[in-house]
C-alpha cells in the first residue's frame, strides 16, 4: 500500500502537533525527609512528552480524493515554477561571474 496520504500531508503543510507538551514541573519541590505523600485525587501527569502514533486520515470518497490530488498537483506546479525560477536568476548568475573573471584574466 502506498501511503501517498503521508507524502500529502508533509508537502500541505499540514504538520499538528501529534503530541502533548512537556508538563509543568511541580509546583511543591519533593523532600525526603517528609511525611508519606498523600494523594491529592489527581494522577501526577508525565514528565516526559507523550507522542501518539501518526494514523492516516479515513478513507475519501473518490470525489475528495480528485479534488485533492487536484490541488495538490497545482501547488506542486507552482512550486515548479517557483525551482525554474530560482534556477534561470542562479544560472544568469554564474555566468555573471564566469563573465566577469574573464574580463579580469582569471579564469576558473
Do not use: C, N
Not at 507522542?51 to 498537483?73: C, G, I, Q
Not at 507552482?78 to 555566468?95: A, F, G, H, N, Q
Not at 561571474?97 to 584574466?105: D, H, I, N, P, W
Amino acid at each position: 500500500m502506498s501511503y501517498w496520504w503521508h507524502r500529502v500531508m508533509r508537502r500541505m503543510m499540514l504538520h499538528a502537533p501529534f503530541w502533548m507538551p512537556y508538563s509543568p514541573p511541580s509546583p511543591y519541590p519533593q523532600q525526603q525527609q517528609q511525611q508519606p505523600q498523600q494523594s491529592s485525587g489527581y494522577p501526577q501527569p508525565p514528565s516526559y512528552p507523550m507522542f501518539y502514533p501518526l494514523m492516516p486520515p479515513p478513507p475519501m470518497t473518490p470525489e475528495e480524493e480528485l479534488a485533492m490530488l487536484e490541488d495538490y498537483r497545482k501547488a506542486l506546479e507552482e512550486d515548479l515554477r517557483e525551482l525554474e525560477e530560482e534556477l534561470k536568476s542562479v544560472e544568469e548568475r554564474i555566468r555573471g561571474l564566469r563573465e566577469a573573471l574573464r574580463k579580469q584574466g582569471r579564469q576558473p
